[in-house]
């Protein structure tokens, strides 16, 4: 097909997906229209992979991943905040449970897929070390400042912050990945880029700026719909989640699957195609957005409302996160994977969800 062909079905779904939720006030919950936007729902992901990738293609990367990355946070970011403030106590654990799913499911359940896909056809695969380092440098830090830290903490009993303490956390977040994004896209951008060898794209004809601006417009429709969706589906998960006496945390972990499979999709894809350095731009700097940016702006908001944030984790959530982060420096420590590394972490992934649903 022409790069600057869009296909219909890219542009049909994303259609649907939003009459169902225009239709929702008169659903009533019933099982047929939570049917139909199950369908709507991966329909419109795999059209937001496509789109996705044309403006990948088009502006290069590592803009391309990135702005999959920001696209898919941003909207995360709503969602998230669109729950827990009527939630209140009862949703103040939601940002963690979510973020850290998000962690999990990007650096075990991605990155472990990504991985085994491109052993089993590749049998070996290359990527940059020093940007593999980078986002994995910049990750551990990000993610024992905001979710391991807040537990030790002394100003206020639990695993809470201050407001003060909640809007230095902020701060740093912002920071840090402020920098991260600076350096991969300015400052040390042949750092997340490809080598040129195996790449099927490196040649291939780029799309038009008019075809380009239409899928950009078409992915944040589609990534909006996604999340849309995802709430909508939210109250039976929930009702789910309580009916198999699973914790309320598995609702987080279901809301973060759901809102990262297009990224999930489109790395699985680049793996395949033996796009590996494309795979961990995406999922390493999916991880990055979705702390550097749901931390700052769940604790501004939480801090202009006055209401408390649970941040901290559980010793068991603690235990699997630095797990995740040891393995993870180590699995990408030598520019060069095999399907070894993709079991390791999928065994990871498969800990992390087990322990969830039965703690």
Same mark, same amino acid.
């Given at each position: 097909?022409?790069?600057?062909?869009?296909?219909?079905?890219?542009l049909?779904?994303?259609a649907?997906?939003?009459?169902a939720?225009?239709?929702s006030?008169?659903?009533?919950?019933?099982?047929?229209f939570?049917?139909?936007?199950?369908?709507?729902?991966?329909?419109?992901?795999?059209?937001?992979?496509?789109h996705?990738?044309?403006?990948?293609?088009k502006v290069?990367?590592?803009?391309g991943?990135?702005v999959?990355a920001?696209?898919?946070?941003?909207i995360?970011?709503?969602?998230?905040?669109s729950?827990?403030?009527?939630?209140?106590?009862?949703?103040?654990a939601?940002?963690?449970d979510?973020?850290f799913?998000?962690?999990?499911?990007?650096?075990?359940?991605?990155?472990g897929?990504c991985l085994l896909l491109?052993?089993?056809r590749h049998r070996?695969?290359?990527?940059?070390l020093?940007?593999?380092?980078t986002?994995m440098?910049v990750?551990?830090s990000?993610?024992?400042l905001?979710?391991?830290l807040?537990?030790?903490?002394q100003?206020?009993?639990?695993?809470?912050?201050?407001?003060t303490?909640?809007?230095f956390?902020?701060i740093?977040?912002?920071l840090?990945y402020?920098?991260?994004?600076?350096?991969?896209?300015?400052?040390?951008?042949d750092?997340f880029?490809?080598?040129?060898?195996?790449?099927?794209?490196?040649?291939?004809? &780029?799309?038009?700026a008019?075809v +380009?601006w239409?899928?950009?417009?078409?992915?944040?429709v589609?990534?909006? !719909? =996604? #999340? %849309?969706? &995802?709430?909508?589906?939210?109250? +039976?998960v929930?009702?789910?989640?309580?009916?198999?006496?699973?914790?309320? !945390? =598995? #609702? %987080?972990?279901i809301i973060?699957?759901?809102?990262l499979?297009?990224?999930?999709v489109?790395a699985?894809?680049?793996?395949? !195609?033996?796009?590996l350095?494309?795979s961990?731009?995406l999922a390493?700097?999916?991880?990055?957005?979705?702390?550097?940016?749901?931390?700052?702006?769940?604790?501004?908001?939480?801090?202009?409302?006055?209401?408390s944030l649970l941040l901290?984790l559980e010793?068991k959530e603690?235990?699997l996160l630095?797990l995740t982060?040891?393995?993870?420096?180590?699995?990408?420590a030598?520019?060069?994977t095999?399907?070894l590394?993709?079991?390791?972490?999928?065994?990871?992934?498969?800990?992390?969800?087990?322990?969830a649903i039965?703690?």
């Amino acid at each position: 097909m022409s790069p600057n062909t869009i296909p219909r079905w890219t542009l049909v779904l994303p259609a649907l997906a939003w009459g169902a939720m225009l239709a929702s006030p008169w659903s009533g919950g019933h099982m047929v229209f939570l049917l139909i936007v199950g369908i709507a729902l991966a329909g419109t992901v795999f059209a937001a992979v496509h789109h996705a990738e044309v403006v990948a293609h088009k502006v290069g990367e590592p803009f391309g991943t990135l702005v999959l990355a920001l696209a898919v946070t941003v909207i995360e970011v709503a969602l998230i905040v669109s729950m827990m403030l009527p939630g209140g106590e009862e949703k103040a654990a939601l940002a963690r449970d979510t973020v850290f799913a998000a962690i999990m499911i990007v650096c075990n359940g991605i990155v472990g897929i990504c991985l085994l896909l491109g052993g089993l056809r590749h049998r070996e695969q290359d990527f940059q070390l020093r940007g593999a380092s980078t986002a994995m440098t910049v990750l551990a830090s990000l993610a024992v400042l905001t979710l391991i830290l807040p537990s030790y903490a002394q100003a206020i009993p639990g695993p809470y912050l201050s407001s003060t303490q909640l809007a230095f956390t902020g701060i740093v977040s912002l920071l840090l990945y402020g920098t991260f994004v600076f350096v991969q896209t300015v400052r040390h951008r042949d750092y997340f880029l490809a080598d040129g060898t195996g790449n099927e794209d490196a040649h291939a004809e &780029a799309p038009s700026a008019r075809v +380009a601006w239409i899928s950009g417009g078409m992915l944040l429709v589609c990534l909006v !719909a =996604v #999340v %849309g969706l &995802a709430k909508l589906l939210s109250p +039976a998960v929930e009702l789910a989640v309580a009916g198999i006496g699973a914790p309320a !945390a =598995v #609702v %987080g972990i279901i809301i973060a699957a759901l809102v990262l499979l297009p990224e999930g999709v489109a790395a699985a894809r680049a793996a395949r !195609a033996d796009r590996l350095q494309t795979s961990l731009n995406l999922a390493l700097g999916s991880a990055l957005a979705t702390i550097g940016l749901t931390i700052p702006v769940v604790s501004f908001v939480y801090v202009a409302t006055g209401q408390s944030l649970l941040l901290g984790l559980e010793m068991k959530e603690t235990v699997l996160l630095a797990l995740t982060l040891l393995v993870g420096s180590m699995s990408l420590a030598t520019g060069r994977t095999t399907v070894l590394q993709g079991i390791v972490h999928l065994v990871i992934f498969a800990s992390f969800l087990f322990f969830a649903i039965v703690p």
